[in-house]
């Protein structure tokens, strides 16, 4: 395994981590090397339009509110597939793989630093098809992203008002907010609002698990004579449903490609790792408590959106609180998106850091262009929460767990030959691959599967009836 100061096997690809002068005499070296390197970033510090601005802390809370979205929401339904002791292994599992794929992208796009964005990774390990193939899912991964988070805020002001505006004047609304949100160009820019929505996220959170616990049973339960609560230690699902609920926990803390854009708007890039652990310690923590308790006091009755388990008036209050944060974590998806078509269209031109016509022109297209597309899935698609976990298995399962194998792989050939543990380390780099094309075609059947039998039951009726109550349950980040 890579550690903190590993050194890429070609010098001519050697990153940040290899700049550390080892005596005097290197100092004069490594100043030069660093200097080269900042010719390779994608933002040049001294522009008119000056992007590299965010510290370390604040990009720990960028990513933080990028990964602690509405995932927390559905992790408690895939628990009811999964059982207790299921559920948590699953969190626990997925939330470190993730972690660690997620230092591999950071330390490959810091030993590579002309590249901006995981497509540009995936150029460098398989060229030019393999880069439009991973933009391409990026793109639709966090473009849906974007229309699960309209669609959430919708549902939160419908949650908290009796008015008789229908649905899609909601998502026209949340729509607005959201793309003007996300049109903000830097991230540190939109630094305060990713504290304001981690903090009201949190705390909607917070209140749904304190209130599931004052309850002498579920709201979603029979509130009178016997019912069976539905807790399982170990549960036994069906393949389908059970890779379903997997899958669900998996996206919940997949999304580690959109922290490199951040990366890249870093004062000091070398500072990612601190950012990550800060914010992955956080998410997998709040992801494990949180979900155990409302399954522990909800079994099978949990609602999902699980800000409903508690009841209607929790449910308002808790909406009320968490509306900035899904307002901003949609604003994130968006910008995420646009950033990348952003950098991919005006870099190397004058125009990516001057305030030009084009510049702006650009942005803003982009920004409401997407918004648009978003808006309109969110709202032609009646069976949106299954859409998104497909949408997870196809484009998160290779680029948050194949992809990085490659990457490692590809910085750590000469493993291949070394020591019995580089051997055993470069093997288990390479099965990183296939888990995650297993990922995408077992989570892909069990959608289909559960797509199929729910219409067969009935419980797919109107896309309202989709909106309203199962929208969240296979969110993807």
């Known amino acids: 395994m890579s550690g903190p100061n590993t050194i890429s096997p070609d010098p001519e690809k050697r990153g940040y981590h290899d700049v550390r002068p080892s005596s005097k005499d290197d100092t004069e070296y490594a100043v030069g090397k660093m200097d080269d390197f900042e010719d390779h970033e994608v933002f040049k510090q001294g522009a008119a339009v ?43 599992a997925w939330g470190a793989l993730n972690t660690y794929t997620a230092v591999i992208q950071g330390d490959f796009r810091n030993n590579h ?74 991230f ?17 959170v917070f209140i749904v698990v304190v209130a599931v616990t004052l309850r002498d049973r579920p709201a979603s339960a029979p509130q009178t004579g016997d019912f069976e609560l539905g807790y399982y230690a170990i549960a036994y699902p069906t393949f389908a449903s059970g890779m379903v609920a997997s899958c669900t926990i998996f996206v919940s803390s997949a999304g580690t490609s959109a922290f490199l854009p951040v990366i890249s708007e870093m004062r000091n890039p070398r500072d990612y790792r601190k950012s990550l652990f800060v914010c992955m310690g956080i998410v997998n923590a709040a992801y494990l408590s949180f979900s155990l308790v409302v399954y522990r006091w909800c079994g099978s009755w949990v609602a999902s ?6 009841g209607q008036t929790v449910k308002m209050v808790a909406y009320g609180v968490g509306l900035i944060g899904l307002v901003v974590s949609a604003c994130l998806y968006l910008h995420v998106a646009a950033k ?84 055993v380390a470069y093997w288990l780099h390479v099965a990183l691959i296939p888990l995650g094309m297993f990922i995408c075609v077992g989570g892909t059947y069990g959608v289909v599967e559960l797509i199929i039998q729910a219409y067969a039951t009935g419980l797919i009726g109107t896309s309202s009836h989709i909106r309203f109550e199962v929208w969240v349950e296979p969110m993807l980040i």
């Open 50 to 92: 000056e992007f590299r601005t965010v510290g370390w802390i604040r990009a720990s809370v960028i990513m933080l509110k990028v990964i602690f979205a509405t995932g927390v929401l559905s992790i408690p339904v895939a628990m009811s597939s999964l059982g207790a002791v299921g559920g948590a292994l699953s969190v626990i």
């Open 113 to 186: 630093p002309g590249v901006h964005s995981i497509a540009d990774m995936a150029r460098e390990v398989g060229g030019v098809i393999v880069k439009e193939i991973t933009g391409a899912l990026f793109i639709v991964a966090y473009v849906l992203c974007t229309g699960s988070g309209i669609l959430g805020v919708s549902i939160g002001l419908n949650a908290l008002s009796h008015h008789a505006a229908c649905t899609v004047w909601w998502s026209f609304l949340a729509y607005v907010v959201v793309a003007a949100c996300a049109s903000v160009r830097k």
């Open 188 to 204: 540190h820019q939109i630094g305060w609002l990713t504290w304001a929505g981690f903090t009201s996220i949190f705390i909607a």
């Open 305 to 310: 959106p699980s800000l409903g388990s508690a």
């Open 340 to 423: 990348y078509c952003f950098v991919r269209l005006l870099r190397n031109t004058h125009h990516l850091q001057e305030n030009t016509l084009v510049h702006w022109a650009t942005w803003l297209g982009l920004t409401f262009g997407l918004a648009s597309i978003s808006f309109i899935l969110a709202e032609a698609i009646p069976v949106f929460n299954y859409l998104l976990a497909f949408t997870g298995s196809i484009c998160f399962a290779p680029i948050a767990i194949s992809l990085p194998g490659w990457l490692w792989i590809h910085d750590h050939k000469s493993w291949m030959k070394g020591s019995v543990l580089q051997q």
